[in-house]
């Protein structure tokens, strides 16, 4: 599956370009060379865009399909979750990520945590950034003009009818608040990688010549905690530790 990228031309309007292709031109070339099953020239075309500083959901989402073709997981889930980030409601996504999972050579089994953890990450999950702006913002108009009600009402009704307003506009107001405050941090959070390599050796401490703690092959999701010179330390999400290569993993 690949996208038609409507929503690409709002990138095409900031680009300056002094090439003959505009952004948008090279996106439909390489989305017409995945379609004819060229998958390696689709790859050239749409990271041939990222190398310009720009890029959006489908873009990623379609070169995380390209690579996915190609059989290269650690790429192809790279640029789901890349795209996840932008697009986090987007169903066809979370599907093509949870296939690619699947043909991960290692299974990693998350540590088990309380249940309203998961509540949480779902109830961000149907937002996007973008999305949960506008929605505090409406929360924000309402609790002001439940407020106004309050004042300029003479009866008291009337007014009984603006505190209760207030006080569910002002919760609202608060969730939606923290739940943009997590999606800004998630977004902006760089503590998070993807294995690329095809299998890297993880150390226990950041030397060659340190003992082996663990193999990891391509497509698995780390979190990075430390670095020293060309090695970073990384945490599973099964809670194992260890000191990997740099140059083996890449930044969502």
Known sequence: MHRSGVLFAALVL???????????????????????????????????????????????????????????MGKAILQYERALRIMPGDDDLRHNLQLANLQLVDRIDPTPRLFVWDLWDGI????????ISWVAYGMLVLTAAAAVLIILARRYSIRRIGVVALVVMGVLLIGAVAVLMDKSADAGRSDEAVVTAAITT???????????????????????????NEWVKIRLADGKVGWMERGAAEQI
């Open 14 to 72: 900031a680009a300056i370009s002094v090439s003959a292709e505009t952004p948008e031109q090279v996106f439909q070339q390489g989305n017409s060379l995945y379609q004819q099953g060229n998958f390696a020239g689709a790859i050239e075309r749409y990271e041939s865009i990222l190398s310009t500083g720009m890029a959006n959901g489908d873009l990623y989402f379609n070169l995380g399909n390209a690579y996915y073709k190609q059989g290269n």
């Open 124 to 131: 961000k999950a149907w937002f996007s950034l973008s999305a």
């Open 202 to 228: 993880v150390k226990n401490s950041p030397d060659a010549k340190s003992s082996d703690a663990f193999v990891l092959h391509a497509g698995v999701k780390v979190r990075l905690t430390d670095s020293v």
